[in-house]
């Protein structure tokens, strides 16, 4: 299941609690009997859309960690850096890939194009990050990370944290 369908359904779930919460305390304290076709057409309202509208809001963003592109992103408030990489085996792509999988969600690897594409957990107060690895020839790996919110400041902060722990990754 791609992550942009996981994190609708997480949001609706989350609304949909809420919802059954408070319909509840409404039910018990003031006795108040609402019809089933309010309760679908209430949480459609308030249960379906802000969650939809959330997702779309950072649909291109989350749709380009998993697709199979393997040009860099174009996205605002990204961050690049060319970092050095000292392989100690002589395959230096899977070695690159088995790092950064011990402390990110890799989403999508190409071998043939020696592309890492990985994002950071996403929270509730937090959209984390994304990021793209690409293991160049020379021992050199050039790295784009890349915030889901680009307007949040508590994002670039997480942004330049993302990008000092991949630094510490790669080069220990």
Wanted: no cysteine; hydrophobic share 45%.
């Amino acid at each position: 299941m791609k992550f942009t369908t996981k994190l609708f359904l997480t949001w609706m779930s989350i609304f949909l609690i809420f919802y059954i919460t408070v319909i509840a305390i409404i039910s018990l304290f003031w006795g108040i009997r609402i019809q089933f076709w309010q309760l679908l057409l209430v949480f459609f309202i308030a249960g379906v859309l802000p969650p939809a509208a959330l997702t779309w809001l950072f649909y291109r963003r989350l749709d380009y960690m998993e697709s199979e592109n393997p040009e860099p992103p174009a996205f605002s408030g990204h961050k690049n850096a060319t970092l050095t990489f000292k392989a100690r085996s002589s395959k230096p792509y899977a070695e690159m890939l088995q790092k950064i999988d011990r402390n990110f969600i890799v989403s999508y690897s190409d071998k043939e194009a020696r592309v890492v594409k990985f994002r950071t957990d996403s929270r509730i107060m937090s959209w984390g990050v994304g990021g793209y690895v690409k293991l160049l020839d020379d021992g050199k790996v050039h790295v784009i990370i890349y915030p889901m919110n680009a307007d949040s400041k508590r994002e670039e902060k997480i942004l330049n944290q993302t990008l000092r722990l991949l630094q510490s990754v790669l080069n220990p």
